[in-house]
């Protein structure tokens, strides 16, 4: 610090001395010697703070000072001088704020300018620029936001965004949001290219692989960490194993796949940011074929076992409803179009059909849907009934479906019988 260095203060509260009615803030240049630290003295700043005797302008309504300029941008060198000088102003601004009475006109006003301050200071740190609408980086389809109002924060350096004075853009694959000035510090691809080239989940619970294996590294921006938190926390990744920094690790919370498909376990586990996004776009993908992975489960949870057979007979449905005009007219399939596997198989899952499984919604809105559809074929479309079969062993009875639950169909030629007398010594009569 020279000794001819001049630190410009701003007095942020309107002057109480009598005689002044301009009403604007007053701006007192202090020279500091090169022995001492640049400050602002309080007796000149705030005179009522040491007068005797308080004016009657005290009651009167703080100058907010509007009419500074406070959102131009600097020119030159000036831009250093004027961060340091608006610092000192807003640690003032604070401190007057707490001496002033509680929930006093003259409080809010400091606040408000308070606020002015802050956004002036932000803006000169992160300048207002032409940027283009489209960014594409590590594969990520950035567009630039025009909200101003909405509260966000950075996903790289983990900071508030705000929009009223900053640029900030979205990925429109995986919804990352930073700061213009931090796209170009992102080391992390777009997890929607992941999800489009391989489809698939980690189905080891928790795989660690320590710490020493990372090289006490944060696994996606390599920067030192230990459990120890010095000189950076360490936070595991429940889904990966993977130990990361607090930057790219905020806490988040989300449902595990192995968890559910090894245990039927639902609760959440902490995950680290790319690990949220990740599960959170593959959440309604069918992807989990689960008698392969853990037949077992279907002998543990009846809820798979009932879920099963809805789709099993809205499978032997479809065809009817492909044929028919009415159905078609009627658009009955559509009533599946969010989970349109289950017209397409019945054995693939995605982990949105699990959970909805374990809280029950999806048996309740599924054999609404059965009933529907059951009630198409069989009572309201001519066309439908006339496609039913005949038990060609008794030949007694109703006509038969399929899907019904008393009947059995024959797997080379779909023949359909009571179920009481298709037993393992008879055989299909159409295919002897």
Known sequence: MTSDKTITAFVLFRSQCEGRSSGMCEIR????????????????????????????SLDRTMDLGLAEDHFSRPNGSLAESDIENLKIAIEECKKLILELPEHSERQKDTVVKLIHLRLKLQELKDPEEDEPNLRIVLEHRFSKEKSKSVKQTCDKCSTIIWGLIQTW?????CYYRCHSKCMNLITKACVRSKVSHQSEYELSICPEIGLDRQDYRCAECRTPISLRGVPGEARQCDYVGQYYCSTCHWNDTAIIPARVIHNWEFEPRKVCRSSLRYLALMMSRPVLKLKEINPLLFNFVEELVEIRKLRQDILLMKPYFITCKEAMEARLLLQLQDRQHFVENDDMYSLQDLIDISSGRLSCSLTEIHTTFAKHIKLDCERCQAKGFVCELCKEGDILFPFDSHTSVCHECSAVFHRFVNSATASCLNCA
């Open 169 to 173: 853009y979205t990925c429109t694959g």
């Open 29 to 56: 240049p202090l020279v500091s010697s090169c022995n001492t630290e640049p400050r602002l003295l309080l007796s000149e700043a705030r005179p009522e703070l040491f007068s005797g005797t308080r004016n009657s």
